[in-house]
């Protein structure tokens, strides 16, 4: 299966972009479609063998839309639609203020009737607006009608077609309506509901590139080319001709252009864009390199591992592009209604105006066309269109600057409502690799040194951390002679002395005996010095300083943490303890982490798992939330569905916060769009009439459903700034 973005033309509502899916979903070989009204897009998965493209373009033509293929996309495709949105608005606001103000001259103490002609010059000046600036709902409207397809536009349009059309019959023939009540015509509501719809979309597509902002500028971190290295010299060369092994040169101000490992040099490298760390990393020969990354200080030389859509950028971007075209379950609820909505709006307008022509009072006419032009405005279902999408979007930005990647919008719901949180120990309270804590000795530095010495050539990760300990701290390392390496410890000759290191059995082994003890809860090595004991080296995998900080901040959120370990009791309770976790279940295996979560599911808790190895995998995938650490294991983060960059527990808690907030914004969003038009489609129809006389205009209608529209897109825009 493959997957694309397809762009498209001519969304407006929620009843569009579940059109665009249903026709898609059709095709063969379409596995899944999610269309985005804050993007103009679609998401598509699909199987190339069965569609393809050319396929998939038409199956969008089908639906009533404009499919742009990629070769035709340029940057400025947003631009030029919004340039296009705000001279169809200023054309509406310069040839429309004149409507008004004839039209509400009266109100304004302008003596109308001193106006020569008045009616024409308003009919002339609002013909500009309906057939210029309306265009941009008619055209969609009268192509889609053919087909039976109904959305937004077609409300704008029959709206304002039938003020226009009425004022236009009550110029030409005025005795004719004279005679049924009807005097003015109603241009000043045709110009001013285009003005204003259109000055909302101007507003949308100002706020929609707002909340586009954090992803859509993941796509030019990489840089285009490469300062490449080899037997000839180094040579700049486009990034798409980098193959895996070329060594590339990297200099202090530039950005890596695919991933990679040092080999020589070293290297400052601000690592923000994936981490969220404000804090540049220092890159050594066998560190990683990543594409984005920006070069602080430094020059080094490093080999090409990963290239093009292999690379961790390109991976970024993927699940955030897969978060931000996904849907909330929620969501769903809303494109099902949306889907009915225009018909049923239709259907309403018509049966408000009915009512009007057989009730109302004299004149009747004017009062059921307003009724029916109301209606149809004031229903347009942008802001319905625009709740959940809008709010996912900014959120899968906020999480990707805070370095956390969210899989779907369905992560997104599932994780607001997240009460226990599983951890496991090593790698994610933790850090994964052992260091040396403490050592008791006469003289620790000396024995530091000959311990060094004598681990130097051990593979062994205990061996390792005493050795990078040792260099960390400035330590000169001599050489070792007649190593030798056995179950539980080594033996070596460092500057004439025979020095062991091991278990405290191993010293037993060689007649050793020791006074030294073991540290409850670390990994102890014994050190002895031409036969006498000369002290013991303490290790211990750290904690991670972040840990105790987020523990604290998940409880303050009402969240319970819970320890679960393959690691012994005393381990963990000592871990729990140091960080504020009281419910500790240790020595589990794979099987035992599952069973936890599936019994604490049944308990009605819902519960998200963060792991970082492969005996972590099935836990995150039977978790309501699986969160893996982006330094653990491929299969661990596969099955996650929120991944931390940088390994850092203490975007925990904002990963878990931003998904509350979002939840609460979904929410607020769709209450706001559903109420509007619950409460605004009975006003429009004049429920109230008979009660204070008060029937909404069509110019009232067009102000309201604009707002609406900008009021979610704010809301959502919350997410950007909101503290987490």
């Given amino acids: 299966m493959q997957t694309s973005n397809l762009r498209i033309s001519g969304m407006h509502c929620a009843a569009c972009t579940g059109r665009v899916e249903r026709k898609l979903l059709r095709a063969d070989g379409v596995e899944s479609a999610s269309a985005s009204l804050a993007t103009h897009s679609v998401y598509v998965r699909y199987d190339p063998d069965k569609i393809n493209m050319a396929s998939l373009g038409e199956a969008i033509e089908a639906a009533g839309f404009k499919y742009i293929p990629e070769e035709s996309h340029n940057a400025n495709d947003l631009e030029e639609e919004t340039r296009q949105l705000k001279r169809s608005f200023w054309v509406a606001f310069i040839f429309g203020l004149p409507v008004f103000l004839i039209s509400m001259g009266g109100m304004l103490g302008i003596p109308t009737n001193a106006i020569p002609f008045h009616q024409y010059i308003e009919l002339a000046l609002a013909s500009v607006v309906f057939f210029y600036s309306g265009s941009q709902f008619s055209s969609i409207a009268l192509r889609n009608l053919p087909k039976g397809v109904f959305d937004m536009n077609t409300l704008i349009f029959m709206g304002t077609a039938s003020a226009y059309f009425f004022s236009l019959f009550v110029v030409l023939m005025p005795a004719f309506w004279a005679q049924y009540g009807v005097h003015m015509p109603y241009f000043d509501s045709v110009v001013v509901i ?182 149809l405005i004031i229903a347009c279902p942008c802001a319905l269109g625009l709740a959940t999408p809008s709010a996912i979007m900014a959120a899968a930005g906020r999480g990707a600057k805070e370095g956390i990647l969210i899989r779907n919008g369905e992560v997104l719901e599932n994780a607001g409502k997240v009460d226990t949180v599983i951890l496991d120990k090593t790698g994610t309270l933790t850090k994964g690799v052992f260091e040396l804590q403490k050592i008791d000795a006469d003289s620790p530095t000396d024995l530091l040194r000959l311990a060094a010495a004598a681990e130097y050539g051990s593979e062994h990760p205990l061996a390792k951390a005493i050795v990078h300990h040792a260099i960390a701290t400035g330590i000169n390392i001599p050489a070792a002679s007649e190593f030798s390496n056995s179950t539980g410890g080594v033996q070596a000759v460092v500057e004439g002395k025979l020095i062991h290191l091991g278990t405290k059995g191993y010293l037993a082994e060689q007649g050793i005996d020791t006074p030294y003890t073991a540290e409850e809860g670390y990994s102890t090595f014994y050190a002895a010095i031409d036969g006498c004991a000369a002290g013991r080296l303490i290790l211990g995998d750290s904690l991670r300083e972040e840990s105790a900080a987020a523990i604290a901040k998940l409880k303050s959120y009402g969240i319970k943490p819970i320890l679960l370990s393959g690691d012994n009791k005393s381990v963990c309770d000592m871990v729990a303890a140091a960080i504020g976790i009281e419910e500790v279940y240790s020595e589990a295996k794979p099987a035992d982490k599952r069973a936890l979560i599936l019994k604490l599911k049944a308990e009605g808790r819902h519960v998200a798992m963060v792991g970082d190895g492969i005996n972590d995998a099935a836990a995150l995938s039977e978790a309501n939330v699986g969160i893996a650490m982006s330094g653990g294991a491929d299969i661990a983060i596969s099955s996650a569905d929120m991944t931390l960059i940088g390994s850092n527990i203490g975007k925990l808690p904002r990963a878990l916060r931003l998904s509350q907030l979002t939840g609460k914004v979904i929410r607020q969003n769709l209450f706001w769009a559903f109420i509007y038009n619950v409460l605004g489609i009975p006003i429009a129809a004049g429920a109230l009439y008979p009660i204070w006389q008060l029937q909404l205009t069509p110019m009232v209608g067009g102000i309201a459903m604009a707002f609406s529209s900008v009021t979610v897109l704010s809301n959502a825009l919350r997410l950007k700034r909101i503290k987490l």
């Fill in 194 to 375: 285009i003005a204003v719809i259109l000055l909302g979309r101007v507003l949308e597509s100002r706020a929609k590139a707002n909340v586009a902002e954090s992803v859509t500028r993941l796509f030019d971190l990489a840089p285009q080319t490469a300062i490449v290295v080899n037997e000839n010299g180094e040579s700049e060369t486009d990034v798409r001709s980098i193959t895996e092994d070329m060594t590339i040169r990297l200099r202090p101000g530039s950005a890596v252009p695919v991933d990679g490992k040092l080999t020589s040099g070293s290297c400052t490298i601000d690592e923000s864009i994936l981490t969220g760390e404000s804090v540049p990393v220092d890159k050594h020969a066998g560190d990683p390199v990543y594409t984005g990354t920006h070069v602080a200080s430094g020059t080094a030389d490093y080999a090409a591992t990963s290239i093009g859509a292999n690379t961790v950028l390109a991976a970024f971007i993927r699940q955030v592009e897969e978060a931000v075209y996904s849907k909330a379950p929620v969501q769903r609820l809303a494109d099902k209604i949306a889907s009915v909505f225009v018909p049923a709006v239709i259907a309403i307008a018509t049966v408000a105006a009915i009512t009007w022509l057989i009730l109302a009072p004299a004149p009747a006419l004017p009062r059921a066309v307003l009724a029916f032009v109301t209606v």
